[in-house]
T-cell receptor, first 116, second 112 residues
Framework: DTAVSQTPKYLVTQMGNDKSIKCEQN?????MYWYKQDSKKFLKIMFS???????INETVPNRFSPKSPDKAHLNLHINSLELGDSAVYFC???????????????FGPGTRLLVL | AQSVTQLDSQVPVFEEAPVELRCNYS??????LFWYVQYPNQGLQLLLK??????LVKGINGFEAEFNKSQTSFHLRKPSVHISDTAEYFC??????????FGAGTTVTVRA
C-alpha cells in the first residue's frame, strides 16, 4: 500500500511543452507539499496546501501552478517548460498537529523531469 | 527565517565503524530539528526529530542525534554502520509553520 504516490515516475519532454505531475496520499493527512530537488540534491519547498488551501507559495515562476482538488491530491502543472526545470520533484504530506512545524513529512518516490 | 548548514558534503566510512554527520542551524526563534535519509532513487524518510524535552533523540536504524542549543547544532551519529546505510542524509529545520528548510545534504558511502 503506497502512502504517497506520484505519477509519472519519469518525464522527458521538449522545451516549451506543458506537463503535469500528479500526487496522491492515502494517509488521511491534511497538508501536502511540492519540493524541487536540483542536480546537486538541494531540496527546496515550492508549495504547500492545507485542506485544499494554499499556505506556502515560495518564489516560484508563474509557470508553475499547483492544484488541490481534494485534500488527498495535489497536482503540479508546469507551462512552457525550460531547461532549468529539469530536476526531481517530490510530493510530501503531513498530518495535522497541535503545533505546526513539528510534523513528520512523508515523501513520495519522486518524479524525474528532464527537459530537452 | 531559518537555515541549516551541513558541514560535510561527503563522508566515506568503513563498515562497522562509527559515523557522525554534523549539522548547524540558524534561527531567531525556537525551532524543530529533523534528520531525513534518502536512499538511491527514492524519496526521503524520517530518521529522527527533536521537538522538545530530552536533547538526545533516538531514531530508526540505530541512529541518534543530540540537540545543543548553545552551539546551535544537531549532529547525527551511529556507532556502527552497515553497507545499507549508504545514502544521502539531510538535516532540516522548521519553526512554528509548515515550512521545512533543508541543508545541502551529506553523502555517506559505506565500504566493506
Amino acid at each position: 500500500d503506497t502512502a504517497v504516490s506520484q505519477t509519472p515516475k519519469y518525464l522527458v519532454t521538449q522545451m516549451g511543452n506543458d506537463k503535469s505531475i500528479k500526487c496522491e496520499q492515502n494517509l488521511g493527512h491534511d497538508t501536502m507539499y511540492w519540493y524541487k530537488q536540483d542536480s546537486k540534491k538541494f531540496l527546496k519547498i515550492m508549495f504547500s496546501y492545507n485542506n485544499k488551501e494554499l499556505i506556502i507559495n515560495e518564489t516560484v515562476p508563474n509557470r508553475f501552478s499547483p492544484k488541490s482538488p481534494d485534500k488527498a491530491h495535489l497536482n503540479l502543472h508546469i507551462n512552457s517548460l525550460e531547461l532549468g526545470d529539469s530536476a526531481v520533484y517530490f510530493c510530501a504530506s503531513s498530518p495535522r498537529s497541535g503545533s505546526p512545524g513539528g510534523e513528520t513529512q512523508y515523501f513520495g518516490p519522486g518524479t524525474r523531469l528532464l527537459v530537452l | 527565517a531559518q537555515s541549516v548548514t551541513q558541514l560535510d558534503s561527503q563522508v566515506p566510512v568503513f563498515e562497522e565503524a562509527p559515523v557522525e554527520l554534523r549539522c548547524n542551524y540558524s534561527s531567531s526563534v525556537s525551532v524543530y530539528l529533523f534528520w531525513y535519509v534518502q536512499y538511491p532513487n527514492q524519496g526521503l524518510q524520517l530518521l529522527l526529530k527533536y521537538l522538545s524535552g530530552s536533547t538526545l533523540v533516538k531514531g530508526i536504524n540505530g541512529f541518534e542525534a543530540e540537540f545543543n542549543k548553545s552551539q546551535t547544532s544537531f549532529h547525527l551519529r551511529k556507532p556502527s554502520v552497515h553497507i545499507s546505510d549508504t545514502a544521502e542524509y539531510f538535516c532540516a529545520v522548521s519553526a512554528n509553520d509548515y515550512k521545512l528548510s533543508f541543508g545541502a545534504g551529506t553523502t555517506v558511502t559505506v565500504r566493506a
